[in-house]
């Protein structure tokens, strides 16, 4: 889906509300567990959102058990294209101002760890007048919000990615604080300290099933059983599984959509900054990999029909693959000439986790308080400051004002 309508989705349904501090929070209601009781915890999920979670309840001395389907970020998290940013004004105001507390909970974390990060910026542009005043506009708003951004001009451009080819004059969005990371290398990196911290990461290890105990909740894989004091569900587009497990009223995702993602080999260094634009985008890795996203998306034949309906995130043939990777160098190589002909390094699918209303779904639930969701899209901005909340949310038994409009609840009240 377009980026920009995405997120113009996201504001039609949620309306404006205010945010409250980040520090602001009230004691959680009876019968959600706190801090004394949670010792033993289940995170169902290894890409970045429970790897996340799974680094910060360790950290903090949890026992911690990841329990994983298929392997670390072998689904959006390793085939998502891992722009890091808070660029847009989105509504409700509450999610831009969870966005921006990640990208500076993204700099706390490298320093504590060493992640796979990259801060160049961004730099976006359109080709009609029309999508160009909706980014002038959408700068004018987060510039209010003294976020650094800025519409530049070609020439500036230039200076900033001197190798990057911009046809026309576009207007063009400067946003200095965003970047990037390789979403798989900071998965890997946050679960490689979850065991160094004593934790435990199982797979393949599919969960089948939950039951609410009256402390604590059992955990039900294909090969074992874990008893937990609570499990948090960090399951992505198999999120839908999860509800349906504990009979959750309403299932908090819809369809998921595809993209495809196209890796380089190492390359000499081209680019500074992420560029998205309405036929492609791109940015480099610190080792020299560029990794490209799909825009046009493949043409409706059966083949790719068929392909794409039990949700790949490989290809079937490596013909198909290299033919995709072609189609997409070649649309980004107007703009980057070197990525004519670069060694494809991978070619992944990724299925975007979208909740129904595009939010994030953050919280204990309800219905089994010893559940934790954490379920959404632009899950690699997020990871990090949702880590570090639900950790504060399981352990420390508050209710972090912030995450107020992302509870599943909310799905409830109409
Ligand atoms: C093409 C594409 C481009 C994207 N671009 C961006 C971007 O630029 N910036 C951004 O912030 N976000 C982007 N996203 C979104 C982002 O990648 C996701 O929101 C994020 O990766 C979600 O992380 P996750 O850990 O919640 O889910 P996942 O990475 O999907 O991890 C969920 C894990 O749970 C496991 N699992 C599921 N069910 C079970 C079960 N029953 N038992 C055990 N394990 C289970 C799965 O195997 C999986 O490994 C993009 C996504 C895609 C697909």
Same mark, same amino acid.
């Given at each position: 889906?377009?980026?920009?309508?995405?997120?113009?989705?996201?504001?039609?349904?949620?309306?404006?509300?205010?945010?409250?501090?980040?520090?602001?929070?009230?004691?959680?209601?009876?019968?959600?567990?706190?801090?004394?009781?949670?010792?033993?915890?289940?995170?169902?999920?290894?890409?970045?959102?429970?790897?996340?979670?799974?680094?910060?309840?360790?950290?903090?001395?949890?026992?911690?058990?990841?329990?994983?389907?298929?392997?670390?970020?072998?689904?959006?998290?390793?085939?998502?294209?891992?722009?890091?940013?808070?660029?847009?004004?989105?509504?409700?105001?509450?999610?831009?101002?969870?966005?921006?507390?990640?990208?500076?909970?993204?700099?706390?974390?490298?320093?504590?760890?060493?992640? =796979?990060? /990259?801060?160049?910026? #961004?730099?976006?542009?359109?080709? +009609? $007048?029309?999508? %160009?005043?909706?980014?002038?506009?959408? &700068?004018?708003?987060?510039?209010?919000?003294?976020?650094?951004?800025?519409?530049?001009?070609?020439?500036?451009?230039?200076?900033?990615?001197?190798?990057?080819?911009?046809?026309?004059?576009?207007?063009?969005?400067?946003?200095?604080?965003?970047?990037?990371?390789?979403?798989?290398?900071?998965?890997?990196?946050?679960?490689?300290?979850?065991?160094?911290?004593?934790?435990?990461?199982?797979?393949?290890?599919?969960?089948?099933?939950?039951?609410?105990?009256?402390?604590?909740?059992?955990?039900?894989?294909?090969?074992?059983?874990?008893?937990?004091?609570?499990?948090?569900?960090?399951?992505?587009?198999?999120?839908?599984?999860?509800?349906?497990?504990?009979?959750?009223?309403?299932? =908090?995702? /819809?369809?998921?959509? #595809?993209?495809?993602?196209?890796? +380089? $080999?190492?390359? %000499?260094?081209?680019?500074?900054?992420? &560029?998205?634009?309405?036929?492609?985008?791109?940015?480099?890795?610190?080792?020299?990999?560029?990794?490209?996203?799909?825009?046009?998306?493949?043409?409706?034949?059966?083949?790719?029909?068929?392909?794409?309906?039990?949700?790949?995130?490989?290809?079937?043939?490596?013909?198909?693959?290299?033919?995709?990777?072609?189609?997409?160098?070649?649309?980004?190589?107007?703009?980057?000439?070197?990525?004519?002909?670069?060694?494809?390094?991978?070619?992944?699918?990724?299925?975007?986790?979208?909740?129904?209303?595009?939010?994030?779904?953050?919280?204990?639930?309800?219905?089994?308080?010893?559940?934790?969701?954490?379920?959404?899209?632009?899950?690699?901005?997020?990871?990090?400051?949702?880590?570090?909340?639900?950790?504060?949310?399981?352990?420390?038994?508050?209710?972090?004002?912030?995450?107020?409009?992302?509870?599943?609840?909310?799905?409830?009240?109409?």
């Amino acid at each position: 889906m377009d980026r920009r309508k995405f997120l113009h989705a996201v504001s039609g349904a949620a309306g404006l509300t205010a945010a409250g501090p980040l520090i602001r929070g009230a004691l959680a209601a009876d019968g959600v567990p706190g801090s004394a009781h949670v010792k033993r915890i289940a995170v169902i999920g290894a890409g970045i959102v429970g790897a996340s979670i799974a680094y910060n309840l360790s950290k903090r001395g949890c026992e911690v058990i990841v329990l994983e389907k298929r392997a670390p970020a072998a689904q959006a998290s390793g085939n998502s294209f891992a722009w890091i940013n808070a660029s847009y004004y989105d509504s409700p105001d509450s999610y831009f101002v969870l966005r921006t507390h990640s990208l500076n909970e993204y700099h706390r974390l490298a320093q504590d760890i060493d992640i =796979p990060i /990259r801060w160049g910026g #961004s730099l976006e542009w359109y080709d +009609t $007048a029309e999508r %160009e005043k909706d980014v002038v506009d959408g &700068v004018r708003r987060i510039q209010n919000s003294g976020a650094p951004t800025w519409m530049i001009d070609k020439e500036k451009a230039r200076e900033i990615e001197p190798r990057l080819e911009i046809p026309g004059s576009p207007q063009i969005a400067w946003c200095t604080r965003d970047g990037a990371v390789d979403p798989a290398g900071v998965t890997w990196a946050l679960l490689r300290r979850t065991i160094a911290h004593g934790g435990q990461v199982i797979y393949p290890a599919t969960v089948t099933a939950l039951e609410a105990q009256a402390k604590g909740i059992r955990v039900v894989t294909d090969s074992d059983t874990f008893e937990v004091d609570l499990a948090v569900a960090a399951t992505g587009v198999g999120t839908s599984n999860i509800a349906a497990m504990i009979d959750l009223e309403i299932d =908090p995702m /819809r369809v998921s959509t #595809s993209g495809i993602i196209v890796t +380089t $080999a190492p390359m %000499e260094p081209v680019l500074n900054t992420v &560029v998205y634009n309405a036929d492609t985008h791109f940015h480099q890795l610190g080792d020299g990999r560029i990794i490209v996203g799909e825009k046009a998306g493949p043409a409706e034949t059966d083949q790719h029909r068929n392909f794409l309906q039990g949700r790949p995130n490989t290809y079937p043939t490596a013909e198909l693959a290299s033919e995709h990777a072609g189609r997409i160098l070649q649309v980004a190589s107007r703009y980057v000439p070197q990525l004519a002909g670069a060694e494809v390094a991978s070619v992944g699918v990724g299925w975007r986790p979208l909740p129904k209303d595009g939010l994030p779904v953050i919280g204990h639930l309800h219905k089994v308080p010893q559940l934790y969701l954490a379920a959404m899209h632009s899950g690699v901005t997020l990871a990090p400051i949702v880590g570090h909340i639900a950790a504060m949310e399981i352990l420390d038994g508050l209710r972090i004002d912030l995450l107020s409009d992302f509870r599943y609840e909310r799905f409830l009240m109409d």
